[in-house]
């Protein structure tokens, strides 16, 4: 742990460490983490700031280019490829079934996941935990024939997510019995990518508490690689995607053995 005493350029580069790791770092936070004053804090902000690293929000910092480099807001995603994830969501939330446990990721396609889940009349006693505000209230019409749970943990604005410290530790205590799971990048050959550290870190520890694993990605994502790694292909029962998937990078994923679904087609299953 840091101190008021420790070099400053040294508490600066901790400090800076901490915020791309986690994509958002709260000033209590790192007072508390750093061991040194809020008003330290601040003034180190201030530098990282001038100096280009990070972006001052309100109550904290993000890293610059959180929400350029790779990474668009959950806003700007929601029209981008919206009729391939309409279709995913409901090809996703058909399998559910009644009395089961739903552990639902972040993002725009998860959020399509949840929409069709408050729709199904025919489902009942269905618990679903997610780590996504907004996908918290998109489930919210579902209720009671839903019930739903928020991870806890620490708050990315440019996602409304909730990531570590605290998010983890939550979903270790849970036993799923099924995941559906976003990402930013499906590779045959690197796997499941996601642009965002500390977000791939949850979905890795969601993977870890279900029984049953779902990508949902539109066919955009599929062929790309991102930075944080989120797990093998075998770590996944299936592919759940729409808008015209590359035949290649299908046939691809198929010889890597992972289940392929096309939600656009009936019944359509490749792989």
Known sequence: ????????????ERLLQEIVDRGFLRVADASVELGVSAVTVRSDLTALE???????????????GAGTAGESSFESSLAHAAAAKLAIGRR??????????????????????AHALARRTDLSDVLVVTNGLSI???????????????TGGTLRPLQHSLVNPFAS??????????????????????????????EAEVKRRMMQSAAR???????????????????????????????????????????????????????????
């Open 92 to 113: 996703a939330a058909a399998m559910v079934s009644s009395g089961q446990s739903v552990l639902l990721d972040v993002g725009t396609t998860a959020l399509a996941v």
């Open 213 to 271: 694993r779902v990508l949902v990605a539109d066919a955009s994502k599929l062929g790309s690689r991102r930075l944080g790694n989120v797990g093998p292909l075998s770590d996944f029962e299936s592919l759940v995607t729409a808008g015209g998937p590359d035949a290649d990078v299908v046939a691809r994923l198929r010889v890597a053995g992972l289940q392929v679904v096309d939600a656009d087609l009936p019944h359509a299953a490749l792989g």
């Open 1 to 12: 742990m840091a101190d008021e005493s420790a070099p400053t350029i040294i508490r600066r």
């Open 50 to 64: 001038l100096a280009g690293s990070i972006v001052r929000v309100h109550g904290g910092a993000m890293p610059r």
């Open 169 to 198: 530790a939550f979903l270790e205590s849970l036993h799923g019995d099924i995941a559906f799971i976003g990402c930013n990048g499906v590779d045959p050959e690197v796997g499941v990518t996601n642009v965002n550290l500390p």
């Open 136 to 150: 918290a209230l998109a489930l919210e019409p579902g209720m009671p024939r839903l019930s739903v749970v928020v």
